[in-house]
Each structure stands twice: as structure tokens, then as C-alpha cells.
């Protein structure tokens, strides 16, 4: 049993992707959402005392968070590449 079934892109809705994908607007709504997971992961530091499972529970869902922005950064400059030599 296959929960995530193989969907199959057409040639048409991959390039829309790229083009979607590598529009600056993405870039820059990427870096704004690491910049408030990271300042969220900041103002806990102050949970370190009183709530340290809250702190770690943020901390780790932040941490989270900033590893998938990282990635989508990676793969936003990755097809901005390669869309670019098309």
C-alpha cells in the first residue's frame, strides 16, 4: 500500500512551478519567515526558567522550521539556476 501515490507532472505545470518558484517574492517571503521563526526562538530564551518544556518545545518546532526554509532557499536557488538556462 502506497500512501503517497506517484503523481506525475506535464512538462507545462513543471515550468509554471520553476517560474512560480524562483519569482524573487518567494525569496524574499523565505527570508521574512526565518527571520520571525528566529526571533520567536529568541524571545523564548526567556521561558529558560520558568516553562523549560515550553522552551525546548519551541526551540526544537523552530529549529524545525528553519531546517524546511533552508531547504526551500536551497531548492529556490537551484531552480533560479537552471530556469535561468533554459
Do not use: W
Not at 24 to 36: E, M, Q
Not at 42 to 56: C, G
Not at 74 to 85: D, G, R, V
Request: proline fraction near 3%.
Amino acid at each position: 500500500m502506497n500512501i503517497f501515490p506517484t503523481q506525475e507532472l506535464t512538462e507545462q505545470e513543471e515550468h509554471l512551478l520553476k517560474e512560480i518558484f524562483c519569482h524573487p517574492s518567494v525569496k524574499k517571503y523565505l527570508h521574512t519567515l526565518a527571520y520571525n521563526i528566529g526571533r520567536d526562538m529568541i524571545l523564548a530564551n526567556s521561558l529558560i526558567q520558568e516553562d523549560p518544556a515550553k522552551y525546548l518545545r519551541i526551540q526544537t518546532r523552530g529549529q524545525g522550521a528553519l531546517d524546511l526554509v533552508d531547504t526551500l532557499l536551497s531548492s529556490h536557488q537551484l531552480l533560479a539556476e537552471t530556469f535561468n538556462q533554459e
